[in-house]
């Protein structure tokens, strides 16, 4: 959560540093803040809410050439512009941006507050940034970047830094599992949470790796270690085309859930290729015992319909965790088990401590991720990406699609390897692919329409549907805040159909054939207590009594195992619509960051 950019060069640097923010909004967007320098003058403006708040009082600084900026997630304090970044030491020597949590950062505040520094805010930040210029005043430490390194050295946590010292004209950088980007462009420097930020600045940019700190000052870039020996980097190429902006869409959610075919597309090209494999197929699959599957929120839903494809086309068992308890339990995990872990963004902090924990017990760990420079695609044995471009709406669409599918090329891949046979993959993803093709929008946007109002909704289903069930829910949960929550039908008679009550809403999802008729009985113990029902179904309908059901919303029939990858894009577009409707962003839910890089 939170992201920081950083820049000099001979643009106005208020109006890049703003724009930047813009770019990475989708990280935190409860306050933010730029802190720009002209000589010996630093200028910090702040605001709290989003980017447009801060962009109406900004005001350039005569001369201000360099500067750094915030977008922030509220972790210590509360949203406010006292908490909001930069934060200046006491001695307004140094000036910083922080994206990351400093785990032992009471200890360090009591410590400071003993040497007499007072502090302003309620964050880990301001600790960091008086550390360091605590650090700056002792003799023994003769450059700026010695003293960052020294209160670095003190961290227990994580961080991304951006750090300006008001007698120099360098920026100061450091990354410790938060991820951070740099680039330069003849005489100009970026650097970033998120490589977006180079579109049109630059075509390569660098990596920042764990332990490294550096800066840029004088048209020179430096990067080096904790010893402050020099490291040698080399820059990655930019994809421009990745980053295809909003066009003529209201917003990325919808812009994103057309683009789930695209992302098929983009799988059935990839994995075309034998060289796509070619890691993978490295795996002795005999020796694979158990396999698990961990991820968090979408990716975690993505991995219980995983779950079921592996077991239905393999034939073994596999559990699937959720990345926060994953790490905290005692699953067992050695080196027969095979490890896969479902992320879009890959800096998912409980999904890369559950990893680092697999991968010490031994296991082979597989990343499947969609951001392909991520900590996770790097550090797991093997990685498989998911092709669906970047995602920027924080609620997950067709990253949860390609998901699946990739977990589905997984499962056929692997029996391939054990000699099981083969699957017909292409033609399946060809079948998906119509499936998800957007039809009925209106049909979806009466739905919307509908469901505003209602302060809960009930989801009920069995087998794979359930997994649809939970997607479903989160997804109206998070951008519409309407409390929605998913019940196995089964479990209907157990306790929930106590709250049901006249014109109730109840969404069945049914397009398991086998469960058809099971589930669809459960929906009319519901319609019985005065329940309206919505039923999503690709079964055909014909001996049962469609006049149960107050909206029925009828999906195209995929290979089951697929099946739930075509059932939640009607969701996702009802969602989307539920939340316009209800005149809130349904790009950046309250509360919540599109990637959580904290506990
Ligand atoms: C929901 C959503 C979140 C993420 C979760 C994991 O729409 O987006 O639940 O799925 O935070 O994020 P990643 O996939 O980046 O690890």
């Known amino acids: 959560m939170c992201g920081i950019v950083g820049y000099s060069g001979i643009k106005s640097v208020e109006n890049v540093l703003v724009n930047k923010l813009k770019l990475l909004e989708y990280r935190g967007y409860d306050s933010s803040g730029i802190a720009v320098k002209?000589?010996?003058?630093?200028?910090?403006?702040?605001?709290?809410?989003?980017?447009?708040?801060?962009?109406?009082?900004?005001?350039?600084?005569?001369?201000?050439?360099?500067?750094?900026?915030?977008?922030?997630?509220?972790?210590?304090?509360?949203?406010?512009?006292?908490?909001?970044?930069?934060?200046?030491?006491?001695?307004?020597?140094?000036?910083?941006?922080?994206?990351?949590?400093?785990?032992?950062?009471?200890?360090?505040?009591?410590?400071?507050?003993e040497r007499d520094y007072e502090f302003v805010s309620e964050t880990d930040t301001e600790v960091v940034v008086n550390l360091i210029e605590c650090y700056s005043g002792k003799p023994e430490v003769k450059y700026d970047l010695a003293a960052i390194i020294k209160a670095c050295e003190r961290l227990d946590g994580s961080y991304a830094l951006a750090v300006l010292n008001r007698k120099s004209d360098k920026i100061y950088f450091a990354k410790n599992k938060c991820p951070l980007y740099c680039g330069v462009n003849d005489g100009e420097f970026m650097l970033s949470s998120d490589p977006i930020c180079f579109v049109g600045f630059s075509n390569e940019y660098y990596v920042l790796e764990n332990g490294e700190f550096g800066y840029y000052g004088n048209g020179k870039l430096f990067f080096c270690d904790e010893s402050m020996r020099q490291t040698e980097k080399e820059p990655v190429?930019?994809?421009?085309?990745?980053?295809?902006?909003?066009?003529?869409?209201?917003?990325?959610?919808?812009?994103?859930?057309?683009?789930?075919?695209?992302?098929?597309?983009?799988?059935?090209?990839?994995?075309?290729?034998?060289?796509?494999?070619?890691?993978?197929?490295?795996?002795?699959?005999?020796?694979?015992?158990?396999?698990?599957?961990?991820?968090?929120?979408?990716?975690?839903?993505a991995g219980l319909v995983?779950?079921?494809?592996?077991?239905?086309?393999?034939?073994?068992?596999?559990?699937?965790?959720?990345?926060?308890?994953?790490?905290?339990?005692?699953?067992?995990?050695?080196?027969?088990?095979?490890?896969?872990?479902?992320?879009?963004?890959?800096?998912?902090?409980?999904?890369l401590a559950a990893e680092d924990i697999a991968c010490r017990k031994g296991a082979k760990t597989l990343a499947v991720v969609n951001v392909e420079y991520s900590t996770l695609a790097k550090t797991a044995d093997y990685f498989l990406p998911i092709k669906a471009g970047v995602e920027i709406a924080v609620a997950s669409t067709?990253?949860?699609?390609?998901?699946?599918?990739?977990?589905?090329?997984?499962?056929?891949?692997?029996?391939?390897?054990?000699?099981?046979g083969e699957t017909p993959v292409k033609g399946e993803l060809e079948r998906l692919k119509n499936a998800v093709t957007i039809r009925n929008i209106e049909h979806y946007k009466r739905i919307a329409d509908e469901l505003k109002s209602r302060r809960s909704l009930f989801m009920i289903a069995r087998g794979a549907d359930y997994c649809t069930a939970?997607?479903?829910?989160?997804?109206?949960?998070?951008?519409?805040?309407?409390?929605?929550?998913?019940?196995?039908?089964?479990?209907?008679?157990?306790?929930?159909?106590?709250?049901?009550?006249?014109?109730?809403?109840?969404?069945?999802?049914?397009?398991?054939?086998?469960?058809?008729?099971?589930?669809?009985?459960?929906?009319?113990?519901?319609?019985?207590?005065g329940a309206?029902?919505?039923l999503t179904t690709c079964c055909d309908l014909e001996n049962y009594n469609k006049s149960n059901f107050d909206i029925i919303i009828k999906t195209p029939k995929t290979d089951e195992l697929l099946q739930p990858a075509a059932d939640i894009v009607p969701w996702q577009i009802i969602a989307y619509y539920i939340s316009v409707a209800k005149g809130l962003n349904p790009d950046k839910p309250r509360n919540l960051a599109k990637s959580v890089t904290v506990e």
């Not at 080196?335 to 872990?341: R, S």
């Open 532 to 534: 309206k029902l919505i």
């Open 306 to 351: 995983g779950a079921n494809i592996i077991e239905r086309q393999l034939g073994a068992e596999c559990g699937v965790y959720v990345a926060s308890e994953y790490r905290y339990a005692s699953t067992k995990t050695d080196k027969n088990t095979l490890a896969i872990f479902i992320s879009q963004s890959g800096e998912t902090a409980d999904t």
């Open 38 to 113: 002209s000589g010996e003058n630093i200028k910090v403006t702040k605001a709290k809410g989003e980017i447009a708040n801060l962009e109406r009082v900004v005001e350039p600084l005569e001369g201000a050439t360099l500067g750094i900026g915030h977008t922030r997630w509220a972790t210590h304090g509360v949203p406010c512009e006292i908490n909001a970044h930069p934060h200046l030491s006491m001695n307004k020597e140094w000036t910083i941006v922080h994206n990351g949590v400093i785990e032992n950062y009471s200890a360090l505040k009591t410590e400071l507050k």
């Open 398 to 420: 067709k990253a949860y699609v390609a998901q699946i599918v990739v977990l589905y090329l997984i499962a056929a891949r692997i029996k391939s390897n054990l000699g099981c």
């Open 237 to 301: 190429k930019l994809d421009c085309s990745a980053y295809n902006f909003k066009n003529d869409f209201s917003h990325f959610m919808i812009k994103e859930i057309y683009e789930v075919k695209d992302a098929i597309s983009n799988i059935m090209e990839y994995y075309s290729e034998k060289s796509s494999w070619r890691h993978f197929d490295e795996i002795d699959f005999k020796s694979i015992k158990n396999i698990k599957i961990v991820g968090c929120g979408t990716a975690y839903h």
């Open 470 to 529: 939970l997607e479903a829910c989160l997804k109206i949960k998070e951008t519409s805040y309407i409390n929605a929550n998913a019940y196995y039908a089964g479990e209907l008679k157990h306790g929930f159909l106590a709250i049901v009550e006249e014109n109730f809403y109840v969404c069945v999802f049914a397009s398991d054939e086998k469960l058809l008729s099971k589930t669809l009985a459960n929906a009319e113990e519901a319609k019985a207590r």
